[in-house]
């Protein structure tokens, strides 16, 4: 989970993404960023994120964003 | 039957009325009648292209919920691995259904909208080389043939990826479409969760229908004494804008810009607050744009579900494909984080703007509307961190109040040029406007440039004054994240002052609002 959120920080610097649980909600995210996350989790993870699964649930926090990818990389 | 008319309130009183009296299993067949009366009033032969179209959709939709329940069954007692394969056959196969039901919906959208368009600029092509022309159909578009159709795709979108379940009853279904509220002009409301509370059973819940009526009373307010009184000015100007010079323009622009958003978001208000009458609440579409301090802000907060729209349908499945996540990951690389994710991000965001220009009508103003605003995106995201630390670096505090009243300055500007790309005649006219609303005026400038003698000016600019204040009381409740409306507060006060206020708006409108021949008739959105 560590290591996720440095490559969160990565990819947007500047967010406490480790107590943040709103982040698209209230605006922090943007889509720009959104795709910008899913294409370094495609790098890093080798996991790629499908558009149905852009919902707000999915984004608003680290840890919601880090069970998406596991549920995806055991898919 | 517009809504702005003494037929549509003897019309939705009459629904109400027998909405709430029948059984409430059978409120959703008065939606449904209601709806074929209402589409039916603009003309039949409508009703039978939307009825055509709601079939072949509901034909696909059931196959694709086939497909859907096979996948289910298939996918019990097996490991994730086959899991994933069976979904991945499964989507294939729900890929062929989709593609035909998008081609069969998008069509009939481009038979209707654009065929004109395209035949006029084949037509020009064949001008240079073979001398013969191809005659223009003249087809008439349906009415709200771009919210239902858009309306539909997402059906089928949302059915393709499994998100909803498809409606089995096809008479359900086109009450769905049909609903009169959101047909004409939107909100273009997703099935889930619309057709949910539409087919719920209702009673009658006092509290929600009166903020119904007040809503109702506010869309008048901002449609019939406001938009439609300053319109003239705008509609003389532009048919002859060669005629005219200088800033005028820049005069247009502005209560152009007045003008579309108490049209637009007037007709919301009104179908919102209808909606409510019956016990169904529709999606709000704008939420104060021209509070906005940049465009996209701006965007997010005008004409809301058609962004929703075409940022789930268009953006993310462009950006997300494996080409542009390449090209995102490439461009980070080479050019950082911010850059390089922006400029990898230009080419789907120009794509969305021109879908979005396309989809008010095929034309080349409403396409250069779209580039134009495309491209404001893109320097916006591109911008965007250079000028946060530059504005660090001068200490400026951009949380400021004044210095948010600049930003909105700004969007307001942006957004006005681009209101004068969209009105033209022709391209060549709106950068005529553009160019020329920075220059010396020829001609001097009297009153009567100014179509509306000076106490009708005085009269909108005191409605207007009215309008800023309301909103400037809803958007401070917003940023104070107090969750209550401006209706909620008026539903607080005594009954002499709710009174008082109902029968000031009423009057307002009755009195003040424009009315007559070619007044009130239609709305901008309605023609798209």
């Known amino acids: ?75 | 039957m517009s809504v702005v008319s003494y037929s549509f309130l003897l019309f939705l009183l009459i629904v109400c009325l027998v909405y709430y009296i029948i059984p409430k299993k059978w409120q959703w067949v008065v939606l449904l009648a209601a709806g074929i009366v209402f589409y039916a009033a603009a003309g039949v032969s409508y009703l039978a292209v939307v009825g055509l179209t709601a079939l072949v959709v509901y034909g696909c939709s059931l196959l694709m919920q086939k497909n859907l329940d096979q996948q289910a069954l298939l996918l019990q007692d097996v490991d994730r691995k086959a899991a994933r394969k069976i979904k991945n056959e499964m989507k294939q196969k729900r890929k062929r259904v989709l593609v035909c039901g998008l081609i069969v919906v998008i069509g009939i959208l481009v038979l209707f909208k654009g065929s004109d368009f395209l035949i006029e600029n084949v037509n020009v092509l064949l001008s240079h080389t073979v001398h013969r022309q191809i005659s223009a159909w003249k087809l008439i578009a349906p009415l709200g043939i771009s919210f239902y159709s858009f309306m539909m795709i997402a059906y089928l979108v949302d059915l393709y990826h499994g998100k909803i379940n498809a409606q089995k009853n096809f008479l359900k279904y086109l009450t769905y479409v049909l609903y009169f509220p959101h047909i004409t002009q939107g909100p273009i409301g997703r099935y889930d969760p619309l057709g949910t509370e539409m087919f719920a059973e209702h009673r009658f819940d006092y509290d929600m229908f009166r903020k119904g009526i007040w809503l109702m009373i506010w869309g008048y307010f901002k449609k019939l004494v406001i938009a439609d009184r300053i319109a003239p000015f705008v509609s003389t100007v532009i048919k002859n804008a060669p005629d005219y010079s200088g800033p005028i323009f820049l005069v247009i622009g502005i209560v152009y810009s007045i003008q579309i958003y108490c049209d637009f978001s007037g007709c919301m208000d009104i179908v919102r607050g209808s909606s409510e009458c019956l016990g169904i609440r529709l999606k709000e579409n704008f939420r104060r744009p021209y509070f906005s301090r940049n465009m996209p802000e701006f965007w997010r907060r005008w004409h809301i579900s058609l962004g929703e729209f075409f940022r789930e349908n268009v953006f993310y499945p462009v950006s997300t494909s494996a080409l542009f996540l390449k090209l995102n990951t490439a461009g980070r690389k080479r050019f950082g984080n911010e850059w390089g994710r922006n400029i990898a991000s230009c080419l789907p965001i120009l794509c969305v703007w021109i879908l979005t220009g396309v989809w008010h009508g095929a034309n080349w103003n409403y396409i250069g509307w779209g580039v134009y605003h495309g491209i404001l995106i893109c320097l916006s995201a591109m911008f965007e961190q250079p000028i946060k630390k530059l504005m660090e670096k001068a200490k400026i505090n951009t949380d400021h109040m004044a210095f948010q009243v600049f930003q909105m300055l700004r969007t307001f500007f942006l957004c006005l040029i681009g209101r004068l790309i969209f009105l033209g005649n022709g391209l060549s006219d709106s950068f005529y406007m553009i160019g020329s609303a920075f220059s010396r005026p020829q001609a001097a400038y009297t009153m009567k440039l100014f179509v509306l003698r000076r106490k009708e000016w005085a009269f909108a600019l005191v409605c207007m004054l009215l309008l800023l204040a309301v909103s400037i009381a809803q958007e401070i409740l917003e940023r104070r994240g107090i969750n209550m409306t401006i209706r909620d507060w008026l539903g607080n006060r005594n009954v002499i002052f709710r009174g008082a206020v109902l029968l000031a708006g009423i009057l307002l409108i009755l009195c003040f609002g424009i009315y007559g021949a070619g007044a009130g008739a239609t709305f901008i959105y309605e023609q798209f």
Do not use: C
């Not at chain 1, 698209?24 to 899913?38: C, H, K, Q, T, W």
């Open chain 1, 1 to 75: 989970m560590n290591e996720f959120i440095e490559m969160l920080k990565r990819v947007k610097p500047g967010i406490d993404f480790e107590h943040e649980t709103a982040l698209v909600d209230d605006g922090l995210l943007e889509s720009l960023d959104i795709i910008s996350i899913i294409s370094e989790v495609s790098e890093v993870y080798g996991v790629w994120i499908p558009s149905d699964e852009i919902i707000p649930d999915n984004f608003n926090s680290a840890e919601a964003m880090y069970e998406l990818v596991q549920d995806l990389k055991e898919e």
